[in-house]
C-alpha cells in the first residue's frame, strides 16, 4: 500500500493522537530551542548563559513561559484592535498547521495498526508549506500596522518587502528538487532520495533554500524586521503578555518548520545517513529509528540558526535586499534554466551527472561573478566637497587645528527691552577681525 492509502485508512483515534502530538512539538521544542540558544550563544561568545532558574539554569524556559500569561497587558489606544488582536493568531496558526505534512517516518505499527508517520500526504505538500509560510508573514505585516505606533509600522514594512524577496528566492530553489523527484508531494520527494540526495546533487539550490529560511524567518543577520538598534523591536513593539509570547513561539516554530522541509528536501528526510545505512537489510530505516534521524538533521540545521545569531552583526537593509533580489533570484533563475537544458541533454545523450552538475555548477559561479562586477561599475561616484571623515564614520576636526585665542574683551554690556542689564556673548576670534567685531557692537 502507498502512503496516502495507509493514511486514508487511519481510524479517528490515530488521527487524533497525531493531531495531538503534532499541536506539543512546537511548544516543547520551542522551550527546549529558548534554552539551547542561550546556552550556546553564552559559551560562543564567552559569556555566562542562564544559571539562575533551575540546576544550570535548565528551567529558564519554563519560567519564561509561567510569567509571560502573567505580565500586564498594555494595548495603545490609537490601535486597531481587531486586527491587534488577530495578528499572533494568524501569525501562529500556520506555522503549526505546516507540521501536517512533514513525513517523520516510514511505515510503523501503532497499537497494532499500520500507519506512517505522517498526518496527511498531500499531491501539493510542498505548496502547502510555502503558504502557511506565505500567511505567517500577513500576521507580521498586520501587526504592525495595527499597533498605530510609527515603529511597529516600519517593521510591518520591512517584513513585506522581505516576503516579497525571499518568498520567490526560497519557492525558486525547490523548483530544482521538484524537476527530479518529479512530484510536489513531500512523501515522494523524501522516497525519491534513496539514490543520493538532493543536497549534493543539487548544490545550488540547497545554499539559495539555506539562505533564503534564515530571510524568511527573520532571524539573524537578517532580523530587521525586529531590529533592535532602529526599530526598539519592531513589528511587536506594543505587544505585551501572552500575545507576545505567541509571536516568540511562532518564531521558533517556524525555525523548526523550515529545518524539518529542508531536512525532507535535500537531506533524505527520515533515511538513516550513511554509513549508518549500509549496516544491515535497511534495518535502520525501518521502524521507529527513522525518527531519530529527521530530528538529528533538523537540530543540526537548528544549530545553524543559532551559530550565525552569535557571530553574524545585522546586514544593513540595503544589503538585504541586493543579495534577495541581485544574487538569489537571479542565481536561481540561471540554475533552473541549466537544470532543465541539462536534464534534456541527458535523457537524448549519455551524460552522466557528474558532468551536468560540474558544468552547471561552473556556470552558475560565472554569471553570479559578472553580476558582482557589473554591479560595482553601477555605483553612483561620491561627492568630492563633503567634510573629509578621519574615521569612526563621523565628522571630526582635523588633527591640526589651531584654536583661535580669544578677544580681550569677552562680552558687550547692553540694556535689554526692560530695562535690566544684559552681557551680549562675546565673538569667538582673535587678532584685527576680532578687534573690528567687537567695536562694532559697542556702535
Known amino acids: 500500500m502507498t502512503r496516502a492509502e495507509l493514511l486514508a485508512d487511519d481510524p479517528l483515534w490515530l488521527i487524533l493522537i497525531k493531531v495531538v502530538v503534532l499541536l506539543l512539538i512546537g511548544p516543547i521544542m520551542t522551550i527546549f530551542l529558548i534554552i539551547w540558544e542561550r546556552k550556546a550563544i553564552g559559551r560562543m561568545q564567552q559569556r555566562p548563559g542562564p544559571n539562575r532558574v533551575g540546576p544550570g ?66 499531491p501539493v505538500g510542498v505548496l502547502l508549506v510555502l503558504a502557511c509560510s506565505s500567511l505567517g508573514v500577513y500576521g507580521i505585516v498586520l501587526a504592525g500596522w495595527s499597533s498605530g505606533s510609527p515603529y511597529p509600522l516600519l517593521g510591518g514594512l520591512r517584513s513585506a518587502a522581505q516576503m516579497i524577496s525571499y518568498e520567490i528566492a526560497i519557492g525558486m530553489s525547490i523548483v530544482g528538487v521538484v524537476l527530479y523527484a518529479q512530484s510536489l508531494s513531500t512523501g515522494d520527494i523524501v522516497q525519491a532520495q534513496q539514490s543520493g540526495w538532493y543536497f549534493y546533487l543539487l548544490i545550488p539550490s540547497f545554499l539559495i533554500f539555506l539562505v533564503s529560511m534564515v530571510g524568511e524567518t ?78 538529528a538533521k533538523t537540530f543540526l540545521l537548528l544549530f545553524g540558526f543559532i551559530w550565525l545569531r552569535a557571530t553574524l552583526p545585522r546586514f544593513r537593509y540595503d544589503q538585504f535586499m541586493k543579495i534577495g533580489w541581485k544574487v538569489l533570484v537571479p542565481a536561481n533563475l540561471v540554475w533552473i534554466v541549466l537544470i532543465t537544458g541539462l536534464r534534456t541533454l541527458r535523457g537524448e545523450s549519455e551524460v552522466s551527472t557528474g558532468q551536468i552538475l560540474t558544468y552547471g555548477g561552473i556556470v552558475l559561479l560565472v554569471i553570479v561573478a559578472l553580476g558582482f562586477v557589473f554591479d560595482r561599475g553601477g555605483r553612483v561616484e561620491e561627492d568630492t566637497d563633503q567634510v573629509p571623515i578621519t574615521g569612526g564614520g563621523h565628522p571630526v576636526p582635523p588633527i591640526d587645528l589651531e584654536i583661535p585665542k580669544p578677544s580681550k574683551r569677552r562680552a558687550v554690556r547692553g540694556r535689554s527691552a526692560d530695562g535690566r542689564r544684559r552681557r551680549r556673548p562675546a565673538t569667538v576670534g582673535g587678532g584685527q577681525d576680532a578687534e573690528k567685531e567687537s567695536d562694532d557692537g559697542d556702535l
Open 57 to 122: 539554569g535548565y528551567l529558564q524556559s519554563i519560567a519564561d513561559a509561567i510569567k509571560l500569561p502573567f505580565k500586564e497587558q498594555i494595548i495603545p489606544a490609537s490601535a486597531d484592535r481587531k486586527i491587534y488582536f488577530l495578528a499572533p493568531v494568524i501569525v501562529v496558526i500556520p506555522a503549526i498547521v505546516a507540521f501536517s505534512v512533514m513525513p517523520f517516518g516510514p511505515q510503523v505499527s501503532i497499537f497494532g495498526e499500520q500507519t506512517v508517520l505522517q498526518l496527511v500526504d498531500l
Open 218 to 295: 527573520n532571524r539573524a543577520p537578517f532580523d530587521l524586521p525586529e531590529a533592535e538598534s532602529e526599530l526598539v523591536g519592531g513589528f511587536h513593539t506594543e505587544y505585551s503578555s501572552m500575545k507576545f509570547a505567541l509571536f516568540f513561539l511562532a518564531e521558533y516554530v517556524n525555525m523548526v518548520i523550515v529545518c524539518s522541509f529542508a531536512t525532507t528536501l535535500f537531506l533524505g528526510g527520515y533515511m538513516a545517513p550513511w554509513p549508518i545505512s549500509l549496516i544491515g537489510d535497511n534495518y535502520f530505516n525501518s521502524g521507529w529509528w527513522p525518527i531519530l534521524w529527521f530530528f
